[in-house]
């Protein structure tokens, strides 16, 4: 019944699924070497020069993790509501919240670099405000570009509400109709700079992060980087 529900967490969509049987391992592989390495010319008729892709691995143990839940018959024959059904649900939303944190663990401990916050942004007038303990502007575009300077792309952050309020709050999403196409998408799920929002309590509050999920220009085996940015 677990594993039915466990699809409403959000934090889990940035991670791809992968299968195990119960008490197996799995190794996942991937390239060491560098991402800028260029290929020499080679001179007509010249041997063509040898390479070697160095691969490490890393190995992954899942673990399990579950509750049982107490229903008495009197709650049964006595209350109105199908309390059945309403115990799974409410397991469910456990479920669905425990995977989210689970997944943010990771990614936070698996963030490549952090910075504090500025909360400095261009304001539309062309002059740059700060709003002190804020996150700005300038703060998002750091990371975004921390990331592709590892040949990634960038294309999710992920926000406290409390930090996501602050982030739509700058005119630079509020007044969008001074830029036509608006910077901040409409809807649950919109983009910032073109990447998509993830909006939820289990990011810490007073931080925010920006990451890829895989996406590069080279198409190497390389693992994900994360740029986290500390209010």
Request: proline share 4%; hydrophobic share 40%; glycine share 8%.
């Amino acid at each position: 019944m677990v594993s039915r529900f466990s699809d409403t967490s959000e934090m889990k969509k940035l991670f791809p699924e992968f299968p195990l049987v119960a008490g197996k391992t799995a190794t996942f592989v991937k390239q060491s070497g560098s991402r800028a390495a260029a290929i020499s010319e080679i001179s007509e008729g010249a041997e063509i020069s040898m390479d070697f892709t160095p691969y490490t691995t890393v190995t992954v143990t899942p673990y399990k993790k579950g509750l049982r839940e107490r229903i008495s018959r009197e709650n049964i024959e006595d209350l109105y509501i199908p309390v059945i059904e309403d115990q799974l649900r409410r397991l469910a939303r456990r479920m669905a919240y425990t995977i989210d944190k689970d997944c943010m663990t990771v990614i936070d401990s698996a963030a490549a670099s952090s910075s504090a916050g500025t909360g400095t942004s261009l304001g539309a007038t062309g002059t740059e405000f700060t709003i002190s303990g804020g996150l700005g502007t300038k703060d998002i575009l750091k990371a975004k570009a921390c990331i592709e300077g590892y040949n990634f792309i960038p294309d999710s952050i992920l926000l406290n509400p409390v930090n996501a309020r602050e982030v739509m709050y700058l005119p630079q999403f509020s007044l969008h109709m001074q830029y036509g196409e608006p910077v901040i998408q409409s809807g649950m799920l919109g983009t910032i700079y073109g990447m998509a929002v993830y909006i939820s309590t289990v990011v810490p509050a007073g931080n925010a992060y920006i990451l890829s999920t895989g996406q590069n220009l080279s198409a190497a085996y390389i693992n994900e980087k994360a740029c986290l940015q500390r209010l």
